[in-house]
């Protein structure tokens, strides 16, 4: 017979399974109404036991009561904006620009190739493991701690997928709204008399910067990593596009259409291909992130001003916004 404990510690591990399998493989191994089943078993059980209720339980997801106002974060690692392009020609610039500043002549470079996300940049940090904090980019130094609110996004793990976790892991990307989502949310608010957002960027911002965790948990956010910040008490893989996958195997959601180029054209190619998809995603982007994959390439470039001299953004021409 199971201790109560060792029988909450099993559902609690099933259930973060389970929510990787769905949220981050996008292969979900049971059905919706067996995941449910075991996330009320385990509810049942914590109630029955509340003193054995941990943070980091698929159960707590959403915040006790709405907060007064949001406290400040401070990024230890300043979260940056990117320079745009708006043309290849922008972009053979931007090539040509570091070739000349790594002396590479006229050598192939390797890009980590991602679809911008239009969505809200946030910094997520686990302590051992375990989600300690969420925070708004701000103004890239300073921004707002939304921990209650990141964490009632589903396909956010409040506990990474690892035995031995990073003492601190600071994971980057954005928080957006899927396109289906943001318009379910705009008929509730229309049959409510509430009111309605301009579009899933500004949905998906102002669902987060709720300061009941009780309403966001109701808005369809989703995250996707796209990059890392503060790293302690592990050793990343030497390139972006291997830091992702390995965020992925610790259960944190990346997109999945990112991919690797070689060389300029490939990365046009990338750029046109994300341009034919973009219609049919179903969520917004706004063009293309290109960045040198290789880390060390990266610190060797360094950033100028406020942007990373290693990245661009390409993007698309604006497109008409429907108005509603
Ligand atoms: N918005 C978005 O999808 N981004 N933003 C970055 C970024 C911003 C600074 C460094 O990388 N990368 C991706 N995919």
Known sequence: QQSIEQQLEQLRQQLRHYEYQYHVLDKPTIPDAEYDRLMNQLKTLEQQYPELISADSPT????AKPLASFAQVRHEIPMLSLDNAFSDQEFYAFVKRIQERLGYGNDDLTFCCEPKLDGL?????????????????GDGSTGEDITLNIRTIRN????????????????????????????QLNERALARGEKTFANPRNAAAGSLRQLDPKITRQRPLVFNAYG??????????????????????????????????????????????????????GYDIDGTVLKINEIALQQQLGFVSKAP????AYKFPAQEQLTI
């Open 60 to 63: 707590q997801r959403v915040g």
């Open 309 to 312: 001299r290693w990245a661009i």
């Open 156 to 183: 956010i793990p409040l506990q990474l997928l690892t035995d031995n976790p990073p003492a601190r892991l600071e994971v980057r990307g954005e928080v957006f709204m899927s396109q289906a989502g943001f318009e």
């Open 121 to 137: 940049a946030v910094s997520i940090l686990y302590e051992n493991g375990i989600l300690s904090q969420g925070a708004t980019r």
């Open 228 to 281: 890392i910040g503060i790293a302690e008490g592990v050793v990343l893989p030497d390139t972006h596009f291997a830091r992702l996958q390995w965020l992925k195997q610790i259960g944190i959601p990346i997109n999945q259409e990112i991919e690797l180029c070689r060389g300029t054209e490939q990365v046009l190619e990338f750029y046109r291909q994300m341009g034919q998809k973009r219609d049919g995603l």
